[in-house]
């Protein structure tokens, strides 16, 4: 079982910057798939960035330009560098793991953007 622990939440002012990174418990894969989804009050989970491998990316349209994901050589931690910070961007963000038919989520960080 791959457990996962997100930092790097905080609050910041619009137009600012913060990093998150969560790191996995034990080996992944290389094939797996880690990414950063995101809760707002009221709203569904949705996708904000996930990266397969190091270097098959994807972006939600409304963070594109704006964020970016990284990963470590040994496939355990990801990053997720958030500049340009739109209070829209307020919530709990979440770090996924998936792999085949296997899925695991982390405990959420919150990241508050204040207008």
């Known amino acids: 079982q791959v457990e996962l622990v997100e930092s790097g939440g905080g609050l910041v002012q619009a137009g600012g910057s913060l990093k998150l990174a969560c790191s996995a418990s034990?080996?992944?894969?290389?094939?797996?798939?880690m990414g950063w989804y995101r809760e707002a009050p009221g709203r569904q989970r949705e996708l904000v960035a996930t990266?397969?491998?190091?270097?098959?990316?994807n972006y939600s349209d409304s963070v594109k330009g704006r964020f970016t994901i990284s990963r470590t050589t040994n496939w355990r931690t990801i990053f997720l560098q958030m500049n340009s910070l739109k209070p829209e961007d307020t919530g709990v963000y979440y770090c996924?793991?998936?792999?085949?038919?296997?899925?695991?989520w982390g405990q959420g960080t919150q990241v508050t953007v204040s207008s």
């Open positions: 990266v397969t491998g190091h270097t098959t990316k």
């Open positions: 034990q080996g992944v894969s290389s094939l797996s798939t």
């Open positions: 996924n793991y998936r792999r085949n038919t296997y899925e695991s």
